[in-house]
């Protein structure tokens, strides 16, 4: 196979195989170039000659899915990382653009790695995701220009299916621990930080749709569950007229500030030329895209996997009462969903 990807959408019992054995996969280098496509297509945070959007088209299978039930390390015996200087040089960066009042909220990304486990292939992550994360999107992406990319994602970019289409807020993180672990984080009170920092995406979101319909609703926000986490989401739905304009609403949508920040261009500007590690194709989005059918996720909790080793990617909204530490347990947390697939008891 010259490419492929395998996806499972959150809560089914089997996955979806798209192969490409025939020539590459299509390059495209603006989302607007997605209008009227098919595919699943794969797209960076940033997308430059040398990362495009990437769009497989070949043949598609179903594959049923296992149930078989993984033990999970629960990371209780492993050391946090201590921060790293970059991150320290980062965070002060663009901690004093917010007390100068230059962005209203910008997102820090970084980077860690691990090493691949000895006889682990990416397609057994890719199941035992699906097996510990069954109401995340799982995907697992394979091309010549992007790399090895899995993703388990919670964060909806662009649902639809015919003239009913979907999208979220999803911002706001607080990780559960102990008891809470069996519950859906009902009993936990958000800080006002959580909740200015959803409320400023679903402003955003808000915008961006009375740009392509006037038939929209919100409702949340409201606690949700991802893995060891939880976030505040508020949903979206609406009508579009026209399913072939779906590149424009994403050209509109990409990046939402879950991601990056507001003012939208002057913190994406800012991110591309400041962060220490480029985030290539974590924080962009993927997923299948057809005029009846359309899933796309924007792809979070990542690992891009080079040979043995795994290079995880995590990122935090940043507004001017941010703290430190708290952001960078933020990104720990976060990067331990990716962690466990490493760590699986068998």
């Not at 497989?56 to 594959?63: C, D, L, V």
């Not at 004093?96 to 292939?121: H, T, W, Y």
Request: hydrophobic share 35%; aromatic share 8%.
């Amino acid at each position: 196979m010259s490419a492929y990807a395998i996806y499972r959408l959150p809560h089914e019992d089997h996955a979806t195989l798209i192969t490409q054995s025939v020539g590459e996969p299509m390059e495209l280098h603006s989302l607007t170039e997605l209008n009227g496509k098919q595919g699943f297509v794969v797209a960076p945070f940033e997308v430059k000659a040398d990362q495009p959007v990437v769009l497989i088209q070949g043949k598609t299978e179903t594959i049923a899915l296992s149930n078989e039930q993984l033990t999970a390390d629960d990371g209780k015996n492993r050391l946090p990382s201590d921060m790293s200087n970059y991150y320290k040089v980062d965070f002060a960066n663009y901690h004093s653009q917010l007390e100068e009042d230059k962005f209203r909220k910008i997102v820090l990304a970084r980077c860690a790695d691990e090493q691949m486990p000895n006889g682990v292939k990416p397609i057994d992550l890719f199941y035992r995701a699906c097996q510990l994360y069954p109401r995340l999107f799982i995907a697992l992406v394979d091309t010549e220009k992007s790399g090895c990319w899995l993703t388990a994602t919670p964060e909806i970019l662009l649902d639809g299916h015919g003239a009913d289409w979907r999208t979220i807020a999803l911002a706001g993180t607080m990780k559960l621990e102990g008891d809470q672990l069996d519950g859906e984080g009902e009993t936990l009170t958000w800080s006002t930080k959580n909740i200015q920092e959803q409320r400023i995406v679903a402003t955003y979101i808000t915008e961006c749709l009375e740009l392509f319909t006037g038939d929209f609703r919100e409702e949340g926000p409201r606690t949700v569950r991802a893995a060891n986490l939880v976030h505040l989401r508020s949903d979206f739905t609406f009508k579009l007229a026209d399913n072939n304009k779906i590149g424009d609403l994403l050209q509109a949508l990409h990046p939402t500030p879950a991601v990056c920040g507001l003012p939208k261009r002057e913190a994406f500007k800012f991110i591309v030329k400041n962060e220490h590690t480029p985030r290539r194709y974590y924080s962009g989005f993927m997923g299948p895209v057809a005029q009846k059918d359309t899933h796309l996720y924007v792809s979070l909790r990542c690992m891009n996997i080079d040979g043995d080793v795994c290079h995880l990617y995590a990122g935090g909204g940043l507004l001017k009462d941010s703290v430190e530490e708290q952001e960078w347990l933020e990104t720990e947390a976060k990067m331990e969903t990716m962690k466990k697939l490493l760590y699986v008891q068998q």
